[in-house]
């Protein structure tokens, strides 16, 4: 399906006006929730706990995750700042408003 411009402003407006969610409202993925945990897991992990006993610790509190998940996502670097950059700086180029 094709849309004008004036469609996709007035998709755009609708969007921009719509109210933030609250906290409770919005969810994670186990890989959001371990970046969003990086720092006090990386606090635990130097005061001497293993990733073993984190993911232990963590599937207690009823997350849902593997060691291996938990290794593969606490180390993953954060380049979703430089993604969304480069993606927004495709959608700016088309100077949809």
Same mark, same amino acid.
């Given at each position: 399906?094709?849309?004008?411009? +004036?469609?996709?402003? =007035?998709?755009?407006?609708?969007?921009?006006?719509?109210?933030?969610? @609250? @906290?409770?409202?919005?969810?994670?993925?186990?890989?959001?929730?371990?970046?969003?945990?990086? @720092?006090?897991?990386?606090?635990?992990?130097?005061?001497?706990?293993?990733? @073993?006993?984190?993911? =232990?610790?963590?599937?207690?509190?009823?997350?849902?995750?593997?060691?291996?998940?938990?290794?593969?996502?606490?180390?993953?670097?954060?380049?979703?700042?430089?993604?969304?950059?480069?993606? +927004?700086?495709?959608?700016?180029?088309?100077?949809? =408003?």
């Amino acid at each position: 399906m094709a849309y004008s411009y +004036q469609n996709a402003k =007035e998709i755009k407006h609708a969007l921009q006006a719509l109210p933030p969610l @609250d @906290d409770a409202e919005r969810h994670m993925t186990n890989k959001e929730l371990v970046v969003y945990l990086k @720092d006090t897991i990386a606090e635990k992990k130097r005061q001497g706990y293993s990733i @073993d006993k984190i993911g =232990e610790e963590l599937r207690k509190l009823g997350v849902q995750i593997s060691v291996a998940s938990l290794k593969s996502y606490a180390r993953t670097k954060r380049h979703g700042s430089k993604q969304k950059t480069q993606a +927004q700086t495709k959608s700016e180029g088309k100077n949809v =408003e």
